[in-house]
């Protein structure tokens, strides 16, 4: 069965601290992975997108790393802003098609000040 | 460049009616595809549209469909409405990858859809 898991199911940090989040996926066959940050009540907007052969991808604080041999996926987060409280969604795409995007349940994270 | 809008924002509708959700695409944008998301839950696929024709659909009944105009502008259509319809539903608009496929998603807002 085509699932993505993510874990912790919430997380709470202090400003300032790191954080990594968690996705595991039994998705087959593979296309590409994709973190989301989606803020309370909004759309999801876009973080990385990587392909099978991208093992690490940055945008500013936020890093994201693929093993596709182990199918897993971390989103790592540096210097944590209260900006960063939201839920954080891992998406596996089985083809290059937006019908076969798996989506996680996402990670809430809340930083407090 | 105004992004992904969609409307409305929030409905409330009774069992058994019909609502219509709308999305304009980001700019330059041909594929529209539609999400539900469920509180506390990740999105599901609906159906996407590209060209004007419903290009691949997800697990959802017949009561969803969709449609998509020569703008690229898209519409929702949900008929006899059941309790578990109260979802948000996202539209992500996006262009072809290097490879033909779907690109970068680039979401709306959403509509938050309450179903009485």
């Known amino acids: 069965k085509n699932q993505v898991e993510q874990s912790p199911q919430s997380l709470i940090i202090l400003e300032g601290k790191n954080c990594t989040l968690q996705c595991n996926y039994t998705v087959s066959p593979f296309s590409n992975l994709r973190w989301y940050k989606q803020d309370t009540g909004r759309g999801p907007v876009s973080l990385t997108i990587m392909t099978f052969s991208e093992n690490t991808k940055s945008n500013g604080r936020y890093t994201a790393t693929l093993d596709a041999d182990t199918k897993q996926s971390s989103l790592h987060i540096t210097a944590s802003q209260l900006s960063d409280s939201a839920s954080y969604i891992c998406v596996v795409s089985r083809d290059n098609y937006g019908q076969n995007f798996v989506f996680g349940p996402g990670t809430r994270l809340s930083v407090l000040p | 460049d105004a992004g992904v809008t969609q409307s409305p924002t929030h409905l409330i509708k009774t069992r058994g009616q019909q609502v219509t959700l709308r999305c304009s695409p980001k700019s330059g944008h041909d594929t529209v595809s539609w999400y539900q998301q469920a509180l506390g839950q990740g999105p599901q696929f609906i159906f996407q549209?590209?060209?004007?024709?419903?290009?691949q659909r997800g697990n959802f009944p017949d009561r969803f469909s969709g449609h998509q105009f020569p703008n690229y502008s898209s519409e929702l259509n949900v008929n006899a409405l059941l309790l578990g319809d109260s979802a948000l539903y996202l539209c992500a608009s996006s262009l072809p990858d290097s490879r033909g496929g779907t690109g970068e998603l680039f979401f709306g807002e959403g509509s938050r859809l309450t179903v009485l």
């Open positions: 549209y590209y060209e004007e024709e419903e290009r």
